[in-house]
């Protein structure tokens, strides 16, 4: 089967630096995906990594180790409005040639003054 | 661009009942998904579409159907509506993997059902 592990709460004051990690087990990785959901909101892309090392995207970096099975995200100088969940997600190969996204169940950050 | 759009936002049921959810998107994406949101749960897929009439079974499908008539829309049916169906629902789309190779889901706003 397929799991995905993230921490379930980060707590972090503005302009700190903040990393979320994400382990996952999948077969057929195609690649790790991060959104961003704000209470009440819908989920946004903010990165994908299909490849080994870093991303990055203004404030946010996303990072992939394929040997270990592990990513993670990181956001710099924090604002507050970045207190939201945020979801790995694996996009892997299932049967009849289809991919797909697995979600893992969210990190909630709380950005503090 | 309106983007993903999904019909209505808010509905409650009672137990047994049936309804149809709606999903639009106008960005001539080949796949869509239904997806549920549970605290504490993430996202799990209900069903999915590759195409126009095309469907195919995600992780949670039992007591969902799903048709995919036009390419643009994607509806999700409860036959039978149960208290464990109460959760937040997205509506999603993408590209096709295979022809281009950006892996973004374009979410819609949700749909909050409660079944009682």
């Known amino acids: 089967g397929q799991s995905l592990e993230q921490p379930s709460e980060v707590t972090a004051v503005e302009g700190a630096i903040v990393q979320i990690n994400c382990t996952y087990q999948t077969s057929g990785f195609y690649g790790l995906s991060w959104y961003q959901q704000h209470d009440g909101g819908a989920p946004t892309f903010l990165s994908y990594?299909?490849?080994?090392g870093l991303e990055e995207t203004g404030r946010f970096s996303s990072f992939l180790s394929r040997s270990d099975s592990y990513g993670y995200l990181l956001l710099q100088e924090l604002q507050m409005k970045d207190s939201a969940s945020y979801f790995c997600?694996?996009?892997?190969?299932?049967?009849?040639?289809?991919?797909?996204?697995?979600f893992g169940a969210g990190t909630r950050l709380a950005v503090h003054p | 661009n309106a983007g993903v759009t999904q019909t209505p936002k808010f509905r409650v049921l009672k137990t047994g009942q049936s309804m149809t959810l709606l999903c639009a998107q106008d960005?001539?994406?080949?796949?869509m998904y239904w997806y549920r949101q549970d605290p504490g749960m993430g996202l799990r897929l209900i069903h999915y579409?590759?195409?126009?009439?095309?469907?195919a079974k995600g992780e949670v499908p039992d007591g969902y159907n799903v048709s995919r008539l036009k390419k643009q829309n994607f509806l999700l049916g409860l036959e039978s509506a149960a208290p464990s169906q109460t959760s937040v629902y997205f509506c999603?789309?993408?590209?096709?993997?295979?022809?281009?190779?950006?892996?973004?889901?374009?979410f819609g706003p949700g749909t909050r059902l409660t079944v009682l």
């Open positions: 999603a789309s993408s590209y096709s993997p295979w022809t281009d190779g950006r892996p973004e889901q374009f």
């Open positions: 997600a694996v996009r892997a190969l299932f049967s009849g040639g289809y991919n797909k996204l697995i």
């Open positions: 990594n299909a490849l080994d």
């Open positions: 579409s590759v195409g126009e009439g095309t469907t």
């Open positions: 960005m001539n994406h080949e796949y």
